[in-house]
């Protein structure tokens, strides 16, 4: 079945350390791929998406995310996590041969220590 | 533009009880998406609406659950009755024509008691 895995549930890192969310998926062809990041009590922000060429993209917040077709992978990163980047990170994808719908991970919950 | 408006932000009613949660797509927008947001299954799609039209509404979960769109600005998800296990957060999304990335409301949080 196609799919979308979040490996982490949670991650905690430190205030001023790298981060890298992991997102993986598995569609026969490569599909347009999203992150959203969800803060306590709020909506999906779209933080980046990526639909062809450059596979390094950069989003907004400091978040960029780097496509692996090899490794059918998309994962977000950030060079030093600031305390308001607390927030639950949901990848998602849009497949054509799914009309078109967004489908989501189940979402990594990041912590983060002062 | 005042994004995606979902109405009400937080509803608590008794099982048994009718729920509408509501919501007005950015203006423009041609694709409305329904989502249900739980720990224990994440972020479900329940329907999607592709020009006011239904088109694929196998997320939804039974019968209790219907959705409606009477034009490209309104569209209701309606739970009757509702049941405590239907406690959620209920997301809607919007998507202009031919674009891929939606945008999200701020969610209907319902709890059922």
């Known amino acids: 079945a196609q799919s979308v895995t979040q490996p982490d549930i949670h991650i905690t890192v430190s205030e001023g350390a790298s981060l890298e969310l992991r997102c993986n998926y598995s569609?026969?062809?490569?599909?347009?791929l999203f992150w959203y990041v969800q803060s306590p009590g709020q909506g999906l922000q779209l933080l980046l998406k990526?639909?062809?060429?450059?596979?390094l993209v950069q989003g907004i917040k400091g978040f960029e995310a780097e496509f692996k077709r090899s490794q059918s992978s998309f994962n977000l990163r950030k060079p030093s996590v600031h305390w308001s980047d607390a927030a639950e990170y949901f990848c998602?994808?849009?497949?054509?041969?799914?009309?078109?719908?967004?489908?989501f991970g189940g979402g990594t919950r990041l912590m983060v220590k002062p | 533009d005042a994004g995606v408006i979902q109405s009400p932000r937080h509803e608590v009613t008794e099982m048994g009880q009718e729920v509408t949660l509501r919501c007005k797509p950015i203006?423009?927008?041609?694709?409305l998406f329904w989502y249900r947001q739980t720990m224990m299954r994440g972020l479900e799609l329940l329907i999607y609406?592709?020009?006011?039209?239904?088109?694929?509404d196998s997320g939804m979960p039974e019968d209790r659950f219907s959705a409606k769109m009477p034009n490209a600005s309104f569209s209701t998800l309606k739970i009757q009755p509702s049941e405590p296990r239907d406690s959620a957060v209920y997301f809607c999304?919007?998507?202009?024509?031919?674009?891929?990335?939606?945008?999200f409301g701020q969610g209907t949080r319902l709890t059922v008691v």
């Open positions: 999304a919007s998507r202009s024509q031919g674009a891929v990335e939606a945008f």
């Open positions: 569609y026969g062809a490569t599909p347009y």
């Open positions: 990526y639909f062809s060429g450059d596979t």
């Open positions: 998602a994808v849009v497949h054509n041969n799914a009309g078109n719908m967004l489908t």
């Open positions: 203006s423009g927008h041609n694709s």
């Open positions: 609406f592709n020009n006011n039209v239904p088109i694929d």
